[in-house]
């Protein structure tokens, strides 16, 4: 067996072992040599790409795309397909979704080799006397979801330029131009933060714009389509972009909009600035198109439940996730980590701060929620402590800390896993939440109540009201701004909580009592979580078994070292009986609640597949579902934090 290591620059292959040395690896048998990728360089890639969209073929779910390429001269030509893709924090561009690929110039045919290091990059001969190439290809975007994320039904549609494009290396991307065209289906209408220059008999032309804010500013459309202004007579506009299985779904109350106003002015309350132009939430009321949640600088994508309007009390799940989404355009979007600011699609990010990029905005998210009314203070303190009680103590925090989960974009790519409370998974959300609201808190308590991390947030984003170019940050500029609104040791504050490890290490829940409450468990679960679970199909036994299982009393997780892992059971096991009597939810919450302070074992018959198993549990704590509870004579800081600010 040989082992494989890559070089800086080039790649190398280890010799089988007892070989006397090192040797460089043979070029790869292709019908051409391949070029070096060009480095990309910081000037203006000359002419206008242009780039015709198709979207018309709905029924097989097929995006046709055109491009014409300006060329300065003949020789080798690299085209890139987007790989890193920005919010998705990793590696994941999906070019094996693109077919019937084809260059020409002048009508005659350019073959093209994929680069063998590099299967992103296209490498074609441009023929002398040619000034422009054209390029057609379709996007075969997703039939189903167990082929990808679903961006096409026969209602409504979810362009992402990134996945239907190529670009040619050497230039930075905000050095490249792109000229859009879209042809949708008839009488559909779309959402984007893309400029229309007209749109007529279904085909939308848009605006020059730059790579960078091209694969930045993505668009929905439908058949069922409604926009509604989000700031009337505001400084600059910011929309909400509705598209919805059925014409009903689009419906909204005047209260549910007022909170969605709300929200925007909130935001504005605590940011100051404004870093775009104007803002465009695309939001699809779909169980059909694939979920998302994605930010961009100037709109994000976004896809609730269908009854988000017209029920709203019964969609839990769906309630912050705007709120989340339009942080990002302060932070993440506009400021930015500068491992993640990098020349192209094509070059590899760092993701070490998105503890802030995506911590603090998870913080944020769930506190302008509950400002702008979108989420009551109790259901948002319930939020809390169902965070809290997660990151407790979690078995994975033995061996790996919350920094190193910021890689997992990158080595997992949101792959589903076998032991994700060992394992961990982009903690850096919740856990990074409560490490902001322990700053929160004790900015609050330092100051006497006259600063808070809503200062920060002034501070660090609030600047440069109307740019939208990337303004890069650093550690030492995240704790810099922060010893402008309270004198501390910021950087040991955030590094003993970020490189926390071991059997010592503690979950950074200091903000809840010091906001004023203590995590306790009891019998039953909060309101929340009761019709959160019920929305999701889940029952929670995980604070008491360490399992959890679906309303077919399969169980879909089990706690690393909890009871249920100590009984050898993993996912996929079917709870078949409880004491005798067949097996449901209630019946096993009655069983667990029988055994408290008893002596008798809670006996379960599992089944998986053809193997029956009984499990006896000695245990007698009973349910154990988390709340949050005041800590009678402190100040109610939580209450202040998630409470709307009147200026």
């Known amino acids: 067996m040989k082992r494989l290591a890559l070089a800086a620059c080039a790649a190398a292959v280890l010799l089988p072992l007892g070989a006397p040395a090192l040797a460089q690896v043979a070029a790869p048998a292709l019908p051409v040599a391949l070029v070096p990728i060009p480095a990309p360089r910081d000037a203006p890639y000359p002419g206008v790409i242009g780039i015709d969209v198709d979207a018309t073929d709905i029924g097989r779910r097929i995006v046709s795309v055109r491009q014409t390429i300006p060329v300065a001269g003949p020789g080798p030509l690299v085209l890139l397909y987007p790989q890193w893709i920005p919010g998705n924090h990793g590696p994941v561009g999906p070019v094996d979704d693109i077919g019937g690929l084809t260059f020409t110039a002048n009508g005659q045919r350019l073959e093209w080799v994929r680069n063998t290091l590099q299967p992103w990059a296209f490498q074609i001969t441009v023929p002398a006397g040619v000034g422009q190439v054209d390029v057609a290809f379709q996007w075969l975007t997703p039939l189903d979801g167990a082929q990808g994320r679903v961006v096409v039904t026969p209602d409504m549609l979810n362009i992402q330029w990134e996945k239907a494009l190529l670009y040619p290396a050497g230039y930075y991307s905000r050095q490249i131009t792109f000229k859009p065209t879209l042809r949708l289906p008839e009488s559909w209408n779309y959402g984007t933060a893309l400029d229309t220059e007209g749109f007529q008999n279904g085909v939308a032309t848009f605006a020059p714009i730059t790579l960078e804010h091209f694969a930045d500013s993505p668009l929905f459309a439908g058949r069922h389509y409604r926009q509604v202004d989000l700031d009337p007579n505001g400084r600059s506009p910011v929309r909400l972009n509705i598209v919805a299985d059925e014409a009903a779904m689009l419906a909204i109350d005047d209260a549910h909009l007022a909170q969605h106003r709300e929200l925007v002015r909130q935001a504005d309350r605590l940011f100051g600035a404004r ?97 702008a009314g979108l989420m009551s203070k109790q259901q948002a303190l319930d939020v809390l402590a169902m965070t809290a009680a997660t990151y407790l103590n979690p078995p994975g925090r033995q061996w790996r800390a919350l920094q190193d989960t910021t890689n997992d974009p990158i080595i997992a790519q949101r792959r589903p896993q076998p032991w994700p409370s060992q394992q961990r998974s982009e903690d850096y959300y919740r856990e990074g939440s409560l490490i902001w609201l ?75 009592e010091r906001g004023g409450y203590r995590l306790v468990f009891a019998e039953t679960p ?70 408290k302070g008893a002596t008798q074992p809670i006996e379960l018959i599992m089944k998986n597949g053809s193997e029956f198993r009984t499990v006896r549990f000695d245990y007698h704590d009973g349910l154990r579902y988390p709340r949050l509870e005041r800590i009678p004579g402190t100040p109610d800081r939580l209450g202040d934090i998630l409470a709307p600010r009147r200026r």
């Not at 439940?305 to 969609?315: L, M, N, W």
């Not at 200062?455 to 939208?468: P, R």
């Not at 929340?528 to 997780?557: C, P, V, W």
């Open 526 to 595: 909060s309101d929340y979580m009761k019709t959160l679970y019920g929305e999701l199909g889940r029952h929670d036994f995980i604070y008491s078994l360490g399992l959890m299982t679906n309303a077919q009393n399969r169980i879909t997780s089990v706690v690393w070292g909890g009871p249920a892992f100590e009984q050898g059971l993993t996912p996929g096991w079917e709870i078949v009986a409880i004491g005798g009597r067949a097996a449901t939810p209630a019946g096993l919450a009655a069983a667990i609640t029988a055994a």
């Open 438 to 512: 322990d700053a929160d808190t004790l900015i609050r308590e330092r100051s006497g109540g006259r600063r808070s991390l809503d200062d920060f947030a002034k501070g660090f984003f609030g600047v440069e009201d109307g740019n939208w170019d990337p303004a890069p940050y650093t550690f030492e500029d995240v704790t810099g701004v922060l010893n402008t609104v309270e004198r501390n040791d910021w950087a040991a504050f955030l590094r003993t909580r970020l490189d926390a490890v071991g059997p010592q290490s503690q979950g950074p829940l200091a903000g809840i």
């Open 275 to 371: 870093h775009f132009n104007h803002y465009d939430f695309l939001l699809a009321v779909s169980d059909r198109l694939g979920g998302i949640g994605l930010e961009h600088q100037r709109s994000s994508e976004n896809s609730v439940d269908t009854k988000y309007f017209t029920d709203r009390e019964a969609t839990l799940v769906d309630r912050d996730l705007l709120g989340h989404e339009y942080v990002h355009s302060w932070n993440g979007k506009w400021r930015r980590p500068a491992d993640q600011l990098t020349p192209t699609l094509n070059d590899p990010a760092q993701n070490s701060l998105l503890w802030v990029y995506e911590g603090q905005t998870q913080y944020w998210g769930l506190v302008l929620t509950a400002r």
